[in-house]
């Protein structure tokens, strides 16, 4: 909820463009995260999904073309291969054209940065072998520049990854934790989710539970979520 929120509140009705992407380590979590989205505002959000295979229960083939959504959700490698123009290390400008908001979730267990202690093995390696989702945020940041806003989240918000998003975004970055447990609840679902007046780029450091508990005291449909 801690992205979800402000996330569907801009969502464009009058437009057909994909207007929001977001990036999840995996399909499960892909699915899950557009029920959220959906419960919110229905039909807004569609996930990634392998086929259901064949009928010897062969594993099912990635999906050939992108969902039509405001927002899709899914792993980086299907992402990629998605908005990627064949055969070039660029994207689709016609498809992420409109996009306005790019999450990417569990930030830290996809990007995995390296600690400024790195041998020059290991920076030789990651260079040559990037993370999928470090290939894909620093392309989507290259289409869109700051016509997107990009949110990553995590539990674990340390230099390193603080350090490495904001070189593929290539911008600065402001660090929003969530409210302490034992502090009161804001008064409305909308306030737990807003960031300060002037941020275009953020990280929310917040366990789920804890993120969203003041927004379910206070808004009672949100608890099957």
């Known amino acids: 909820l801690c992205y979800a929120l402000p996330l569907v509140a801009a969502l464009d009705d009058a437009s057909t463009n994909l207007q929001a992407i977001v990036v999840a380590p995996t399909l499960a979590l ?3 995260i557009a029920k959220v989205l959906n419960t919110l505002r229905p039909d807004c959000a569609a996930a990634l999904r392998a086929s259901d295979g064949d009928a010897a229960g062969a594993p099912g083939a990635p999906p050939e073309r992108l969902p039509s959504a ?3 959700v899914g792993p980086p490698a299907m992402l990629l291969r998605l908005l990627g123009e064949k055969g070039e290390k660029k994207l689709q400008r016609a498809t992420v054209g409109g996009v306005r908001t790019i999450v990417v979730d569990e930030a830290d267990a996809l990007l995995r940065p390296l600690s ?4 020059h093995e290991q920076k030789e390696r990651r260079e040559s072998h990037p993370k999928e989702a470090a290939t894909l945020l620093k392309l989507l940041c ?3 520049g700051a016509g997107a806003q990009v949110l990553a989240a995590s539990a674990t918000v340390g230099r390193p990854l603080r350090r490495e998003i904001a070189n593929l975004a290539a911008r600065p970055f402001e660090l929003i934790r969530a409210p302490d447990a034992d502090a009161p609840p ?3 679902a909308a306030a737990a ?3 300060p007046g002037g941020t275009s780029d953020v990280f929310v450091a917040a366990q789920l539970a ?3 508990s ?3 005291q206070h808004h009672p449909e949100l608890n099957g979520l």
């Open 142 to 144: 290259e289409a869109r």
């Open 30 to 32: 892909s699915s899950q």
């Open 70 to 72: 405001p927002v899709v």
């Open 116 to 119: 400024k202690y790195a041998t």
């Open 210 to 212: 804890s993120g969203c």
């Open 186 to 188: 804001p008064a409305t």
């Open 214 to 216: 003041a927004a379910r």
């Open 193 to 195: 989710a807003t960031t």
